[in-house]
């Protein structure tokens, strides 16, 4: 089976940290992408942060300095450090994944269910 699990989502303060979990099953693909996207109720999905083979990551204007993506190889999971957490930081979190079938070479596009921060006081 391949796929994409997210958690770690809940209600937290203002103010206050969260650490989301992206967690990759399967052993017929590599990763070559890795990155987290947000979509807020009324609002279209945009990216939050991304992870590359080669060592890059990027960040969105909105969570630069504030949040942190990284990758566990042993665990097959990617994270997600969110810390000074603002209320517009509310909205559904989902983990997305490119990758390379090991079996055919294919080109894979993974999504998980996704997992809802709120931030209210």
């Known amino acids: 089976q391949v796929q994409l699990v997210e958690s770690g989502g809940g209600l937290v303060q203002p103010g206050g940290s969260l650490r989301l979990s992206c967690a990759a099953s399967?052993?017929?693909?590599?990763?070559?992408?890795m990155g987290w996207y947000r979509q807020a109720p009324g609002k279209q999905r945009e990216l939050v942060a991304t992870?590359?083979?080669?060592?890059?990551?990027t960040y969105a204007d909105t969570v630069k300095g504030r949040f942190t993506i990284s990758r566990d190889y042993a665990k097959s999971s990617i994270y997600l450090q969110m810390d000074s957490l603002k209320p517009e930081d509310t909205a559904v979190y989902f983990c997305?994944?490119?990758?390379?079938?090991?079996?055919?070479?294919?080109?894979?596009?993974?999504w998980g269910q996704g997992t809802l921060v709120t931030v209210s006081a």
């Open positions: 399967g052993t017929i693909f590599s990763i070559n992408v």
């Open positions: 992870w590359t083979r080669w060592g890059t990551t």
């Open positions: 997305n994944a490119a990758v390379t079938s090991t079996v055919d070479d294919r080109n894979l596009a993974l």
